[in-house]
DNA sequence: TCAATATACCTCATCTGTCAAGGTATATTT
DNA sequence: AAATATACCTTGACAGATGAGGTATATTGA
C-alpha cells in the first residue's frame, strides 16, 4: 500500500472537480497540475484517470470536447457541468467528514 | 461510493493499531468502540474488519490470544507488536501526508 | 539524421480492500 | 419460545486503481 494507491482511493474524482472547477482542461495536462501541485508526490495513473473520466461523464459531471489544436497530438476537454459542481459540493463535504473522523480514529 | 467505503479504504488497518496501542481488544468490541467514537457514522463492517486482522496478523503486526471466558462467548483478543507500533507510526505519517495532500487538491 | 523524449490519447486484464450474504454458538431479555 | 445481543467466521462478488500495452505527432539533442 503506498501514499499513491488505497489512501487516496476514492478521490479522485473529486480531485478532477476540483480541476475543472478552475478551468476547462485535458487528461495530460491534469495530470501534471496535480503533480506539480503535490510535488511529485502524487501522480495520477493515466489509467486511473481515464476510467475516472469515465464515470464522472457516465454520471454527467463532465462534458467532453476536442481542442482545435492546428498543431501537435489532439486534445479532449473537459468541462465540469452544473451537476459536476453539486457533486463537488457534496464530495468536498464528505471529505471533510471524513477527514474528522479518521483523525478522530487514529490518536 | 458512501463514507463507508472508498474514502476510508486503506485506513482501516491504522485505525484497529490504534485502537490496539491503547489495549488489547477483540473484533466485537473494536467494531462497538469505532461506532461509539464517530457517534455511529462509521462502522466497520464484519468482513472487512476480520479481512484486515488476518492481513496485520499475516504482517506481524498484531498477534493473536483466546481470552479465558468461563461465560459467554469466546473471545479471540488481538495485541499489538512492536513492528506493529513502527508500522502504526507509519500509517500516522502518510495520513498526515495524504491530508495535507487531498485538502491541497480540493481547494 | 535519427533516436530519444515529450506530448497526447486510449484499452484490457489483474489486483486488492470492501462488503453483502451466509454460517455457528452462547447468553439474556421479552 | 422467540427475539435480541454477544461473539466468532468464510465465501463470492464488486469496484476503483494500476501495470502493461497500444497509437500518433512534435521537438530536441547527439
Known amino acids: 500500500m ?8 476514492g478521490h479522485t474524482e473529486a480531485i478532477i472537480l476540483s480541476h475543472l472547477l478552475e478551468q476547462d482542461s485535458y487528461g495530460y495536462q ?3 497540475d496535480i503533480m ?9 495513473k493515466e489509467a486511473t484517470l481515464y ?6 461523464e457516465q ?8 481542442g482545435d ?3 501537435g497530438a489532439r486534445r479532449r476537454y473537459y468541462a465540469i457541468t452544473g ?8 464530495y468536498k ?3 471533510q467528514e471524513a477527514k474528522e473522523m479518521i483523525d478522530k480514529l487514529l490518536k
Request: glycine residues 4%.
Open 2 to 9: 503506498s501514499i499513491t494507491s488505497d489512501i487516496l482511493r
Open 93 to 95: 463535504q464528505e471529505w
Open 59 to 66: 454520471a454527467g459531471y463532465i462534458r467532453t470536447y476536442w
Open 83 to 90: 451537476e459536476g459542481k453539486d457533486a463537488y459540493v457534496v
Open 30 to 32: 491534469i495530470n501534471k
Open 69 to 71: 489544436e492546428s498543431v
Open 36 to 44: 506539480k501541485k503535490t510535488d511529485n508526490r502524487y501522480e495520477l
Open 51 to 56: 476510467s475516472a473520466f469515465r464515470r464522472l
